[in-house]
């Protein structure tokens, strides 16, 4: 709805005249009329009288708009509306466009077979449009008597060649001369060499809000922050980009962020400069000529320091560091996170974020973590906007209640569909009594691997298959992701197993129970994803102490299996698979107090390593297949070895 108080177009136009004459030196060359209107302080003319409004709207055929003939009544005209109008029609000058320019034949040319009302109504705005420009930088003004408000105002149109955008819309003329003004002062608010200081008394009432808006965002009142933000950006005032942006960036938006003037400034470039670098990253397809540009302002040293940032992203490298308490709660949040407590990770960074002291006064709040790979993952829009309500900086205000967390109890969440319908099978391995770091020991044969850097589960499994150069039938080597899954218990887990063939299927629960307790668990759909076959083992101290496979609606047991797990509970004839599943995991999270962190495993990043072989060897003459492949990269070819030589049988 449109806003019908009150304006005072007087006022208003007297201060933009006084901001205009105040912004330019005294050297400048320009037009006569220009000079005068300097002089003069006025870039208006003489009000109309009514008579002449009443004349115009004869000639015209309609009765204006009412903010429009507000304005006349003030001004006949205006210059310099913005930069790019320099003379705004009044009651003489006012006219039809009817398509004088083409351009409506133009856009009705791009217009597809199926192009609805509104498009079509916009092809026709340069034929039934009321001109305002008189002159411009091929820029045309336009009001739509078409498009019309409960109170009789006509939308106005603005549009330039040069900006390839479609025609912009103000909601009335009283808008779009505020816009108008808005834009004045965007490319007046820093001046050149030689050009006056642009101050007046907008520009220090707006800075005075974003100071204000600053110091609210610390106290945890960012949405007030944002507004007014948001308000000095659209003017064109130095620190509120860089301020809002950081807003947006904590809200998980990336669109156009690029901090403004404070990323290009020393004190503030270990916080702005890795989510800058990271989106470059993302986004760059390693054609970083652009990384200038998106750094500008940025000089030398701080150019050299995002190539650097940028070569420890790509390799999975880059840690976000910071000083005091804080920085000491992002050393244990990473510790936690890199093992899959996301949840603990998040509340330990908020829990010491009042402690958290900004590098400047441009700094509302540590931003570097959401490039760091292990820590980024921890963030989502409703996190973000915790972290933001969280006062900080020396600040006092209400502490948010906390977000939910992002993992549910036990495992019953893997028999959930995800949100691609990418998990159809997975397999895991839990060990009691031992970290993380300690499952490569006990799941391959050998001098066990070091653990890879955390990864997200496609860039692990991709990166699995660069250096792969074999493939075996037989051979059945697990990339497993691990971490912890709750008290007392480690977790490896695969979430792309390869098929689920039960002849040659080999537990490694007994292999990883050295002294202790392993679980295995193996869900998969078989038969073209039409029934699940479900595998559980459980091995102490290095022997295997009960185990059942259901496949093929029939269920194989050995041991002395606990009542609780008993597969005739969770599997028979009218059994649901989905639920058979989801109540057995929940059995046996139960029956060993363990969980998976669901977050982790599907959008954060864990350490992973490769397993020995779940298949047994080959016995004597049966068949089997190896692929080698020779001088490609099996992962530039959507993961699938190229057989290069036949298949090798014994």
């Known amino acids: 709805m449109t806003d019908t108080t009150a304006f005072d177009w007087r006022s208003f136009l007297l201060r933009w005249s006084e901001e205009w004459a105040d912004s330019l030196s005294d050297d400048d060359t320009r037009s006569e009329d220009d000079e005068a209107a300097r002089q003069a302080r006025r870039l208006g003319f003489p009000p109309a009288a009514e008579e002449r409004i009443a004349a115009m709207e004869q000639r015209l055929g309609r009765r204006m708009p009412p903010s429009y003939r507000e304005f006349l009544k003030i001004s006949d005209g205006w210059r310099h509306a913005g930069g790019f109008v320099w003379l705004l029609a009044g009651t003489a000058d006012a006219r039809w466009h009817n398509d004088e320019s083409g351009l409506g034949d133009m856009f009705e040319e791009y217009l597809d077979e199926d192009a609805g009302p509104e498009e079509r109504q916009e092809a026709d705005l340069w034929r039934r449009g009321l001109q305002l420009d008189v002159e411009s930088d091929a820029t045309y003004v336009l009001m739509d008597p078409d498009d019309v408000d409960e109170n009789g105002e006509w939308a106005v149109y603005t549009w330039a060649s040069w900006r390839a955008a479609p025609p912009e819309r103000h909601a009335n003329f009283r808008t779009f001369m505020r816009d108008m003004h808005r834009e004045f002062h965007c490319l007046r608010a820093n001046p050149g060499d030689g050009e006056p200081a642009f101050v007046n008394d907008t520009t220090r009432r707006l800075d005075a ?95 050299s320091m995002a190539h650097a940032l940028l070569d420890q992203m790509r390799n999975g490298t880059y840690r976000y560091t910071a000083d005091g308490p804080f920085g000491e709660a992002v050393g244990r949040a990473r510790e936690l996170a890199r093992w899959g407590d996301t949840d603990g990770a998040w509340r330990t960074l908020v829990d010491a974020l009042p402690l958290w002291e900004p590098l400047g006064p441009d700094h509302l709040a540590p931003l570097g973590w959401v490039a760091d790979p292990v820590l980024g993952p921890l963030l989502t829009p409703e996190r973000g906007r915790e972290l933001l309500s969280t006062p900080r900086g020396g600040q006092a205000g209400e502490t948010p209640g906390p977000t939910a967390g992002l993992d549910p109890d036990g495992l019953a969440w893997l028999a959930e569909p995800d949100p691609g319908n990418n998990r159809t099978s997975y397999r895991f391995v839990l060990v009691e009594g031992v970290g993380p770091e300690e499952l490569p020991g006990r799941l391959t044969d050998g001098v066990a691997p070091a653990l890879n850097h955390p990864m997200t589960s496609w860039d692990a499994h991709r990166g699995s298959l660069r250096d792969t150069r074999e493939f075996s039938s037989y051979d059945d080597r697990a990339l497993m992701a691990v971490g912890r899954a709750g008290t007392g218990w480690s977790f490896a887990f695969d979430g792309h197993p390869a098929p689920f063939d039960r002849r040659r299927f080999v537990s490694p629960a007994a292999g990883a129970s050295g002294g202790t307790r392993a679980v295995v668990v193996w869900s998969a759909l078989r038969g073209g994803h039409r029934e699940r076959s479900f595998h559980l083992s459980v091995a102490s101290g290095g022997v295997e102490q009960y185990a059942f496979t259901y496949a093929d609606g029939e269920i194989g047991r050995s041991g002395e299996i606990p009542r609780t797990l008993d597969p005739s509970l969770f599997f028979g004839e009218r059994a649901d698979g989905a639920e058979a599943e989801r109540s057995l995991l929940d059995a046996v999270a139960t029956e060993f107090g363990v969980r998976l962190p669901r977050h982790a495993i599907v959008n954060g990043r864990l350490h992973t390593f490769v397993t020995r072989s779940w298949t047994r060897p080959p016995r004597d003459g049966e068949a089997f297949m190896v692929i080698r492949v020779h001088g490609t990269d099996p992962s530039s070819a959507g993961g699938e070895p190229s057989p290069e030589e036949g298949p090798e049988r014994s």
């Open 209 to 303: 809000q974003v100071e204000e808006a600053r110091l609210e965002a610390l106290r945890g009142g960012w949405e007030q922050a944002g507004k007014a933000l948001d308000e000095a950006k659209e003017y064109g005032r130095p620190r509120a980009a860089g301020l809002h942006d950081q807003i947006r960036r904590l809200l998980g938006e990336t669109y156009l962020v690029s901090f403004g003037h404070v990323a290009a400034d020393p004190r503030y470039a270990r916080e702005l400069l890795p989510p800058l670098v990271a989106e470059h990253a993302a986004h760059s397809y390693r054609d970083d000529s652009t990384l200038r540009f998106d750094l500008r302002g940025a000089d030398d040293d701080q150019v």
